[in-house]
């Protein structure tokens, strides 16, 4: 019996040590793959760009709640833009169109780029502070999408991680970005990238080693089209160009799978799932770009003044030296280019400098370089007729061919009056060039240079620095205007006084508390309506402007007598109101007047 005992207790000894083995192994396995996924080039490709966006923006992160970058311009309009998508997706997304502001006019949230993709950020937090700290969170988050969009796309074609880096740090912080700091929705240009990065994946294509059928991944290409249909949702002035573009390599890829089809007198083979999510993606993506365009298309059959003029077009278009030109906030560069920007009409439109150690870059990939000759040849020519269109009427004047061609034969080019914003494809097909040059096959280094190959690994990050150099920022980062104790709890229709300028926005962004129906808003045109009850308030109050607003449906006016000095309402806050049937309380720094 002891030897039974003595067997049994063995064999659980066995047992134990084979559990504790398997154990030990899948804590291993689990540890080995965790240090893996830490070390994988995608994550390590994240987590940098967004510690590289975090100190290539900074100060932006100091005091998310109480500044913005550049000014208190657009940037407090595209926080209420941003906060308006997520109101209206919390109470009613049907209505998204028809805004808080500009009452009582509909379809005023399409006045302006609206950024609706960033809808889902407006459903954190309410009121102007968190606008303010989500609008500084996403300029950060940006920055990092378009790092990550080029790095991504120059990887599948084929680039060195180290000419990866340079694409997608020229895309993120080329000069010319810098004079754009107010202006969010040209800043995120990322998923563009990404989506053509995604979409040759899914195809299996890249320059460096064509289209590879074993390859093909029919849900990376779904993905890109997702991807693209969210990037036209932030915007036509960026997306509207895009969707053109990416109408353009769609019909180049069907011609060359027709050419393929005739020299080899066989049909190619295209996998079932790649032509579904092909078919579906590019059905979505068109169905998302014609209904964003559709309340556009009805604000300018309702406002004929907002449609674009080649006049506005040509007075915003850059002559030849504005992308040599940095704008003023570039640290490397502003002081130096003072004197060439004080030849420009529009600085802020016309600095266009992509970077010069760019340029440089990109002029070596035209002659050494990793891509095939054709390609290289296809990207100088992508450079220079994206160059000529963001060129605007300086290249072809109010002629042929040129911008305006475009302007006036493609459908909602002629709503883009800012050309020069289409240097963000110039920057990309050059970074895309500069990632050939710095990407070098191991065969073709001499037997005697292979050996220091993880050296001069450490030697290609010197052109990521000199980029990234280029891109530091001295932008001022400005006091956010307080929302004023008056508007707190305000209940439309509402007006508030007084009205006209860049304070429209700031007013746009204190409606973010509660949202109510105001007549204030401001765009690159006036509707009739505000116009006309502008113009009726300048003697407010009175028994005649009084009645006005109140036959227009407003029922609050607010005035802010601290920002009247030197406007028509100077004097308003001093104005009797007996007799007039309207009842004044003081509140705050401001006089609320009711008129019901």
């Known amino acids: ?30 540890v080995g ?60 997304p049907a209505r998204v169109w028809h805004s808080n502001t500009f009452f009582p006019e509909p379809y005023t949230y399409a006045y302006s780029d609206t950024l609706l993709g960033f809808a889902p950020a407006g459903l954190v937090g309410a ?34 991680r180290a000419g990866a880096a340079v694409a997608g740090a020229s895309f993120a912080y080329a000069p010319w970005k810098l004079a754009q700091a107010g202006h969010l929705h040209v ?41 693209a249909a969210w990037q036209v949702t932030l915007g036509f002035g960026i997306g509207l160009p895009f969707a053109y573009a990416l109408g353009l390599l769609c019909l180049g890829a069907a011609g060359g799978y027709g050419w393929s089809w005739w020299r080899r007198r066989a049909r190619p083979v295209l996998p079932r799932g790649l032509l579904l999510a092909d078919l579906a993606g590019g059905t979505a993506f068109a169905g998302v770009t014609l209904l964003m365009a559709a309340p556009y298309l009805e ?14 077009i040509a007075m915003f278009s850059p002559p030849p030296h504005g992308f040599l030109t940095a704008p003023p906030e570039s640290w490397l560069w502003g002081d130096a280019h003072a004197a060439a920007r004080a030849t420009l009409g529009f600085p802020t439109e016309m600095t266009l400098l992509p970077g010069m150690t760019l340029l440089g870059l990109a002029a070596a990939g035209l002659f050494f370089s990793v891509w095939r000759i054709r390609h290289r040849l296809a990207l100088g020519v992508g450079v220079l007729v994206s160059a000529a269109l963001a060129a605007g009427a300086t290249v072809g004047g109010d002629g042929d061919p040129g911008y305006v061609t475009l302007v006036r034969h493609l459908p909602g080019w002629d709503a883009i009056r800012t050309p020069g914003r289409l240097v963000l494809w110039t920057t990309l097909l050059l970074g895309m060039l500069a990632a050939g040059a710095l990407t070098v096959r191991r065969s073709e280094l001499p037997p005697g240079v292979r ?22 920022n001295r932008t001022p980062h400005v006091p956010v205007p307080a929302e004023p104790a008056a508007l707190r709890g305000l209940t439309g229709p509402a007006m508030v006084l007084p009205s006209g300028g860049t304070r429209e926005f700031h007013v746009m962004l204190w409606s973010t508390d ?29 028994a005649a402007s009084v009645a006005y607003l109140r036959a227009s449906g407003v029922r609050t006016v607010v005035l802010l007598p601290g920002y009247a000095a030197g406007t028509p309402w100077r004097e308003a806050a001093g104005r009797p109101v007996d007799g007039l049937g309207i009842r004044r309380e003081p509140m705050g720094d401001g006089l609320v007047f009711h008129l019901d």
Do not use: K
Request: hydrophobic share 50%; glycine share 14%.
């Open 1 to 30: 019996m002891s030897g039974v005992r003595e067997a049994v207790a063995a064999g659980g000894v066995a047992v134990g040590d084979r559990r504790g083995r398997g154990l030990r192994e899948r804590g291993s396995g689990l």
């Open 299 to 312: 604000v300018v059959a309702r406002h004929p003044a907002g449609r674009r003029t080649v006049a506005q």
């Open 514 to 542: 509660g949202f109510p129906r105001i007549v204030n808003g401001l765009a690159s045109f006036t509707p009739a309506s505000q116009e006309r009850i502008r113009a009726a308030s300048l003697t407010f109050p009175d």
């Open 127 to 160: 009121g102007p502070v968190a606008a303010v700290a989500r609008y500084n969170l996403l300029y950060v988050l940006v920055h990092a999408l378009a790092f990550v969009g080029a790095y991504a796309l120059a990887r599948q074609l084929g680039s060195g």
């Open 451 to 472: 050996g220091w190959r993880r050296w001069a690994r450490w030697v290609l990050v010197l052109p990521v620095l000199l980029v990234l150099l280029e891109g530091v």
């Open 33 to 92: 793959t965790a240090g893996r996924l830490v070390r994988h080039e995608w994550t390590v490709l994240v987590l940098g760009s967004l510690l590289l966006a975090a100190a290539m923006t900074w100060p932006t992160l100091r005091d998310v709640t109480g500044t913005l970058p550049q000014d208190t311009g657009d940037p407090t309009l595209q926080a209420w833009q941003i906060a308006w998508g997520g109101h209206a997706l919390r109470t009613d």
């Open 187 to 227: 800043l995120c240009v990322g998923g563009i990238a990404l989506s053509l990065a995604m979409l040759a994946r899914g195809h299996g294509w890249s320059l460096r080693r064509g289209r590879r059928p074993g390859r093909v991944r029919p849900g990376w290409a779904a993905a890109g089209w997702a991807v």
